[in-house]
C-alpha cells in the first residue's frame, strides 16, 4: 500500500494568515492526489483533486501544489470557518490511503 | 441537490454483522462510483472499498477481504455495506461518498453522507 504523510500534524494561526500543509507519498502517484476538510462531527469536504483542480464552490483561497510525491495544500489568507482538520488522499492505485491529518488550530 | 442520506447509527455485539445503508437522490444513482471509508473514535479516515452501482463489481481493501460486503438496490437508489465479525476495533463513523467521476473511479468524492456510527460493545 502507498503510506502517505503530512506535516505538520497540527498547527496554530491567526486569521488572516497564510498557512501552507505538506503531503508526501511513499511513491510516486503523479498528481493523482486529493485535499479534504473535516470539521468535527462533519463529513469530510472536498477542496482540491488532481492535486490542483479546485474543487467546485471551493473558495479561491483554497490552492493545491505538487506531483510525483511532494504535494502542497495552501490557504492564503485563513478564515474562521477554515479551522479543522486537512487530509490528503491519494488515488493512484487501490487501496486508496489517506494521511494521518493536519489540524489547524486557531492561535 | 445531490444527497446521500445514511441509516441511523447501530450498537452491535462483537461477532455479529451490520448493515449500514446510503441513499442517493439528485443525481442518476448509476452514473458514479459509491466509496466507503470509515473513521474510529479520534482517528484518521480510512477507505474499505468502491463498488459500482452499474453491475455491483467491487474492490476492497485487502484488510476488509472476506468480512466486507457492498452491494447496491438501483430500484432505489442505495448503497449498502455489511461489515460481518464485528470486534470492538471496528466501533467507527461510517460514510458513504460519491465519486466525482462519471461511470469510472477517480477516487475523489465530492459528496459524503452524513456517516452512521456503529458501536461495537458487548
Known amino acids: 500500500d502507498i503510506q502517505m504523510t503530512q506535516s505538520p500534524s497540527s498547527l496554530s494561526a491567526s486569521v488572516g494568515d497564510r498557512v501552507s500543509i505538506t503531503c508526501r507519498a511513499s511513491?510516486?502517484?503523479?498528481?493523482?492526489l486529493s485535499w479534504y476538510q473535516q470539521i468535527p462531527g462533519k463529513a469530510p469536504k472536498l477542496l482540491i483533486y488532481?492535486?490542483?483542480s479546485l474543487q467546485s464552490g471551493v473558495p479561491s483561497r483554497f490552492s493545491g501544489s505538487g506531483s510525483g510525491t511532494d504535494f502542497t495544500l495552501t490557504i492564503s489568507s485563513l478564515q474562521p470557518g477554515d479551522f479543522a482538520t486537512y487530509y490528503c488522499?491519494?488515488?493512484?492505485?487501490?487501496?486508496?490511503?489517506f494521511g494521518p491529518g493536519t489540524k489547524v488550530g486557531i492561535k | 441537490q445531490v444527497q446521500l442520506v445514511q441509516s441511523e447509527a447501530e450498537v452491535k455485539k462483537p461477532g455479529a454483522s451490520v448493515k449500514v445503508s446510503c441513499k442517493a437522490s439528485?443525481?442518476?444513482?448509476?452514473?458514479?462510483?459509491i466509496h466507503w471509508v470509515r473513521q474510529a473514535p479520534g482517528q484518521g479516515l480510512e477507505w474499505m472499498g468502491i463498488?459500482?452501482?452499474?453491475?455491483?463489481?467491487?474492490t476492497y481493501a485487502q484488510k476488509f477481504q472476506g468480512r466486507v460486503t457492498m452491494t447496491r438496490d438501483t430500484s432505489t437508489s442505495t448503497g449498502y455495506m455489511e461489515l460481518s465479525s464485528l470486534r470492538s476495533e471496528d466501533t467507527a463513523v461510517y460514510f458513504c461518498?460519491?465519486?466525482?467521476?462519471?461511470?469510472?473511479?477517480?477516487?475523489?468524492?465530492?459528496?459524503w453522507g452524513q456517516g452512521t456510527l456503529v458501536t461495537v460493545s458487548s
Open positions: 461518498a460519491r465519486d466525482i467521476e462519471y461511470s469510472t473511479s477517480s477516487g475523489s468524492c465530492d459528496y
Open positions: 463498488m459500482n452501482p452499474i453491475d455491483s463489481s467491487t
Open positions: 488522499q491519494q488515488n493512484y492505485i487501490t487501496p486508496v490511503t
Open positions: 439528485g443525481y442518476t444513482f448509476t452514473r458514479n462510483y
Open positions: 488532481r492535486a490542483s
Open positions: 511513491q510516486s502517484i503523479s498528481r493523482y
